[in-house]
């Protein structure tokens, strides 16, 4: 079985930047790589160098600006695409081209028109003329999610025996379900003879919002490296999230796994990225929402008053996130209300408290969220009737 090590292989420059509205030019990307290096990525896929002159210039100058990462540019099976790749990334410290072909049946009849050893063919060749440019050739079997096994299995072995060092097994349509995609990566493992000789990489998009699941099932099976992006932006509804894949290895170490992420710079990119791109950060977004450290409900917020571990599993500083807010709303309980007055520097015992949150909830209920300005006005009231009474 393969080491602990999960390689983190962050695509936001490349398949996160295809999000309609999400295209960046070169400074904004050459900034975004420069954090995702601080932040500890292993592998930044800049870009299509092919796909237009702006993008062979952002990959050429994140080549000559990464020092430490593997930079990464995509490219088809097609020579000409390989060249350009090689030519953008050619001042890389650590170049890799990333070559690849679909290899489903919809791809290979709807796509190419060919056949499937037409497809494997062209798979070996695309492999070979990148390893003319790089030692570090990852080859994608595009919408293997949906390939047959047996197929995708001789691809795989052929592609490794043509010096592919990474093998990309992309759910591109975000179709498997976890334990699918867990045995499709297990089938690799098992049945293709020269695999130790390349890292098995997952690359899930979120189509039913499995891409996270998917990963993880894939690093379970022996896959080492995960393709994400992020705040999980990507093509449709996205790709695997950076920031989730990272925190379940964290949270979850009887998996044995681990990866080289900076996780108190996970929110801080968030919100960068979120900036950049002009893409808002759904508020329920586990990590990097702006509620994943909120409390609510009175009896959520009993227990976590009483002890943070009876509901939070991750310590926001943990995350570079802001601390834990108990907001006050119409299901908010006494001891909160208690909390927010206390914080405010307003002394009151439990009599006082108990006047005060029938007034709360009266309050609570002709809006969304109680806040401080309320409660000042809340709180001054109760302590004057208590003078005049
Ligand atoms: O989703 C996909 O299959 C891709 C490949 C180009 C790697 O993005
Ligand atoms: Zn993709």
Redesign the pocket.
Known sequence: MAEGKVHIFD?TLR?GEQVPGCKLNTNEKLELALQLEELGVDIIEAGFPISSPGDFESVSQISKAIKNATVCGLSRAVQKDIEVAAQALKYAVRPRIHTGIGTSDFHIKSKFNSTREDILQRAIQCVKWARNFTDDVEFYAEDAGRTDNDYLAQVIEAVIKAGATVVNI?D?TGYCLPYQYGEKIAYLVNNVSNIDKAIISC?C?NDLGLATANSIAGVISGARQIECTINGL??RAG?TSLEEVVMIIKQHKHLGLHTNINAKQLNPLSRIVSDTMRMPVQPNKAIVGSNAFSHSSGIHQDGFLKDALTYEIINPEEVGADSSKIVLTARSGRSALAYRFQKLGFQFDRNDVDVLYNEFLRVADSKKEVEDGDLQTMGKQHQTNAVVA
Do not use: F
Request: glycine content about 12%; proline content about 11%.
């Open positions: 695509t398949d992309p591109t690359h998009h990507g093509e790709n």
